[in-house]
């Protein structure tokens, strides 16, 4: 059985950080590529960042550029995303999701698997 299980979200004050997690089971984790993406309410699902299956190339979209830092263990199955200076723009759940051909797609509907998300709250 497929499982993504996100963590680490929760409230905090705008130029706080937050570290999420994203523990992988029931597939072949290091083949897969991984990514993050968001959705406000209302709003479409987002592409944050990825990480292509060796954890050598990464990704970010631009407005992240410098402040999250993707990575993965792929001997824990683990794929986090470290957030600094957050802005209240950033408020929005949080998704891991996995990408079978190893790259990395701005395309959610082209992911294979997605957790269940987790929510990031930036205010004071």
């Known amino acids: 059985q497929v499982q993504l299980v996100e963590s680490g979200g929760g409230l905090v004050q705008p130029g706080g950080s937050l570290e999420l997690s994203c523990a992988a089971s029931g597939f072949t984790f290091s083949m897969y590529g991984m990514a993050w993406f968001r959705q406000a309410p209302g709003k479409e699902r987002e592409f944050v960042a990825a990480?292509?299956?060796?954890?050598?190339?990464?990704y970010y979209e631009d407005a992240v550029k410098g402040r999250f830092t993707i990575s993965r263990n792929n001997n824990k199955n683990l794929v986090a995303l470290q957030m600094n200076s957050l802005l209240p723009e950033d408020t929005a759940v949080y998704y891991c999701?996995?990408?079978?051909?190893?790259?990395?797609?701005?395309?959610?509907?082209?992911?294979?698997?997605w957790g269940q998300g987790t929510q990031v709250t930036v205010s004071s």
């Open positions: 990480i292509n299956r060796s954890g050598w190339t990464k």
């Open positions: 999701g996995a990408f079978s051909p190893g790259g990395y797609s701005r395309d959610p509907g082209e992911y294979d698997y």
